[in-house]
């Protein structure tokens, strides 16, 4: 058997740490369980994170990131503008539901667990944060802009919690409807 080169062992820890709370949930996850999922000695896994608050914490991280890359990458689409952001967090949106980017049962695993490690709730704050500074940029649109990337929360959350009964072309049709005032809101705000 090949080993892989000891720089991958972090994101092989990472993935086995997914892996593992999709089958019994962050709270349960041990690290004995990433360990052996990620092919990993424990000290091996406790080299990279400390304990199992540090690793919950960079699995938030890494999600985190990953999703910002996607931002990036749909910001390459518009213009460098908040109303060009605007647009991204829509493209973006839609990447990462075609990609199968969000698993519900580890984001309720997760929220369940950030119960009782508030600090897992830090990385997805600071990003709310950024966002919400961004979308500021666009003044008197402000609050519609919010009122869209609220709707992307909603439909987040419902698939995550399994509450709404949409076909999927229903659910289309409202991001269709999210991506039309965007664009109409980032086509006033930036001609301002």
């Given at each position: 058997m090949t080993r892989k080169p000891r720089s991958d062992a972090r994101?092989?820890?990472?993935?086995?740490?997914?892996?593992?709370?999709?089958?019994?949930?962050?709270?349960?996850?041990?690290?004995?369980?990433?360990?052996a999922e990620a092919g990993v000695s424990k000290g091996g896994l406790l080299y990279h994170f400390a304990s199992k608050d540090a690793l919950l914490r960079a699995m938030v991280e890494h999600h985190l990131d990953a999703?910002?890359?996607?931002?990036?990458?749909?910001?390459?689409?518009?213009?460098?503008?908040?109303?060009?952001?605007?647009?991204?967090?829509?493209?973006?949106?839609?990447?990462?539901?075609k990609d199968g980017f969000h698993e519900p049962h580890a984001t309720r695993s997760f929220i369940a667990a950030a119960v009782n490690t508030p600090e897992l709730m830090e990385g997805p704050r600071r990003f709310a944060s950024e966002q919400v500074a961004y979308l500021r940029r666009l003044g008197p649109h402000f609050p519609e802009a919010m009122l869209l990337t609220l709707a992307f929360d909603g439909l987040f959350f419902g698939d995550t919690f399994e509450m709404l009964d949409l076909t999927p072309s229903e659910r289309?049709?409202?991001?269709?409807?999210?991506?039309?005032?965007?664009?109409?809101?980032?086509?006033?705000?930036?001609?301002?």
């Open positions: 994101e092989r820890i990472l993935d086995a740490a997914l892996a593992v709370s999709q089958q019994v949930g962050a709270a349960h996850l041990t690290l004995d369980a990433v360990a999703h910002r890359q996607t931002l990036r990458t749909a910001m390459a689409d518009f213009p460098a503008t908040p109303g060009g952001y605007l647009q991204a967090v829509v493209q973006a949106h839609r990447a990462e539901r289309e049709t409202i991001v269709q409807t999210i991506a039309e005032r965007a664009a109409a809101i980032a086509k006033t705000a930036d001609g301002e």
